[in-house]
């Protein structure tokens, strides 16, 4: 079955660093999205990303974040400066159309130290 | 804007037991419901989706049913089985958004 790929599965970076979240979407997908989930807390949306750009952000996808599909397979989450609230698990999801079909990915689990 | 509730934090059942999970939504215009479940460490893997024009539907082992007048959604799991043990989040979309809003979820523990 066709999965998504996140990696890595675990970074831990020191406050003030910068990461890259990458991701890998199922391969006939058109539309991405990257969602975070705090410790406990539930899934929250950061972005939506079509046709190579943003579609749709929340309030918590500020200017210390950005996505990218440097490639015709990888998409990219960049925090710039991290903050030690930052630290969560980073889902990656595709679908191949707008409003159903999601299939998300087993997350990368940022650590800000 | 909207939320997504969940009416249990943590739901305990025997094995064999059918479970039911809940969840309450406040925007009406919510049409595209999902539940998720969501093993340690894993992302929430896709369990079973329903649109705003149908009120019932059935996968393996699961039905969701969708009460839009009272905007509540839940998800019932037959025979339930160790394998199940996980959280269960429901999550809704609204027409013209891809983006999906998730409930807080619900801790489903089966004990054998």
């Known amino acids: 079955e066709p999965e998504v790929t996140q990696t890595p599965s675990h970074q831990v970076t020191q406050m003030g660093q910068e990461v890259i979240l990458r991701c890998v979407p199922i391969?006939?997908?058109?539309?991405f999205y990257w969602y975070r989930q705090i410790l406990g807390q539930k899934v929250e949306f950061l972005v939506s990303?079509?046709?190579?750009?943003?579609?749709?952000k929340s309030e918590i996808f500020d200017d210390q974040f950005s996505v990218e599909r440097p490639d015709g397979s990888n998409f990219t989450l960049k925090i710039r400066s991290t903050k030690l609230e930052d630290s969560a698990m980073y889902f990656c999801?595709?679908?191949?159309?707008?409003?159903?079909?999601?299939?998300f990915g087993s997350g990368t689990r940022l650590t800000v130290v | 804007g909207e939320s997504v509730g969940l009416h249990l934090p943590t739901l305990s059942v025997q094995e064999g037991d059918n479970s039911i999970i809940n969840c309450a939504y406040s925007?009406?215009?919510?049409?595209?419901f999902i539940w998720y479940k969501q093993e340690s460490g894993k992302g929430p893997q896709f369990i079973i989706d329903?649109?705003?024009?149908?009120d019932k539907r059935q996968g393996q082992r699961v039905t969701v049913l969708l009460n839009k007048t009272v905007k509540h959604l839940s998800l019932q799991i037959a025979a339930t089985q160790p394998g199940d043990s996980a959280v269960y989040f429901c999550?809704?979309?609204?027409?013209?958004?891809?983006?999906?809003?998730f409930g807080k979820g619900t801790m489903l523990l089966v004990s054998p």
């Open positions: 329903i649109r705003s024009n149908m």
């Open positions: 990303f079509y046709n190579n750009e943003i579609s749709e």
């Open positions: 999550a809704l979309a609204s027409p013209g958004y891809s983006t999906l809003t």
């Open positions: 999801a595709s679908s191949e159309v707008r409003d159903s079909g999601y299939t």
């Open positions: 925007n009406s215009a919510s049409d595209y």
């Open positions: 391969s006939n997908h058109l539309y």
